[in-house]
């Protein structure tokens, strides 16, 4: 079945600009989505279709994706950015959702 | 205001079934698909299906094939993800989530529920 692969854990000090990846075949013809999750909190979405932000997300947080790399780049990372990361795309079928293993992101 | 409100906390024994609801405010329920999200204690967000509510056509991740019905009452607005024999594995929170009208793609999770917590336990 169709994997989305992401980084276990990326850290950065307060300010510096954390980058997440994502890696899937069938992500140069489908939309890549960015989740960030606090603990015991639903899901937030705050990259949508590759690299539009919704609205109410900092600017700090924004998304590209090239081939079959999506990236989360979280510019000036804050302490309260901390949290897990998921990425989440459509397989080649655009039928099944599916989710990267998720990035826990440490700020300090 | 969009809200996915769901049903609160179970605990099943195993081999048993569990329903859980969504109910939804502040859209038009029938206008977008409503997924279904399982997350394991300390583990990843794992996609397990949707229901389209207008026709009630369903698609299901293979993981969960066979085991999961999730339907739709358009009566309600209340979509509803049954899980049958049930085993320890599946202890999680679930969500129901569904699309933002501002997106281009049904398959986007722009407003989630709260969560619903499964224990399976003998």
């Known amino acids: 079945s169709y994997e989305l692969t992401q980084p276990p854990s990326v850290s950065v000090s307060p300010g510096q600009t954390a980058r997440i990846t994502c890696s899937g075949d069938?992500?140069?013809?489908?939309?890549a989505y960015w989740y960030q999750q606090k603990s015991g909190q639903a899901p937030v979405l705050v990259i949508y279709?590759?690299?539009k932000r919704p609205s109410g997300i900092p600017e700090r947080f924004s998304g590209s994706s090239s081939g079959t790399m999506a990236t989360l780049t979280i510019s000036g990372a804050q302490v309260e950015d901390e949290a897990d990361y998921y990425c989440?795309?459509?397989?080649?079928?655009?039928?099944?959702?599916?989710f990267g293993g998720g990035t826990k992101l440490t700020v300090l | 205001e969009v809200q996915l409100v769901q049903s609160g906390a179970e605990v099943k024994k195993p081999g048993a079934t569990v329903k859980i609801s969504c109910k939804v405010s502040?859209?038009?329920?029938?206008?977008?698909?409503m997924h279904w999200v399982q997350q394991a204690p300390g583990k990843g967000l794992e996609w397990m299906g949707l229901?389209?509510?207008?026709?009630?056509?369903?698609i299901y991740a293979e993981k969960f094939q066979g085991r999961v019905t999730i339907t739709a009452d358009t009566s309600t607005d209340t979509a509803y993800m049954e899980l049958s024999s049930l085993r320890s594995e599946d202890t999680a929170v679930y969500y129901c989530?569904?699309?933002?009208?501002?997106?281009?793609?049904?398959?986007?999770?722009?407003?989630w529920g709260q969560g619903t917590l499964v224990t399976v336990s003998s």
């Open positions: 279709e590759d690299s």
């Open positions: 502040g859209y038009t329920f029938t206008d977008y698909y």
């Open positions: 989440y795309s459509t397989d080649s079928s655009g039928n099944h959702g599916v």
């Open positions: 069938a992500l140069p013809k489908k939309y």
């Open positions: 989530a569904t699309t933002r009208p501002q997106d281009s793609s049904g398959y986007s999770l722009g407003y």
């Open positions: 229901v389209d509510p207008e026709d009630g056509e369903t």
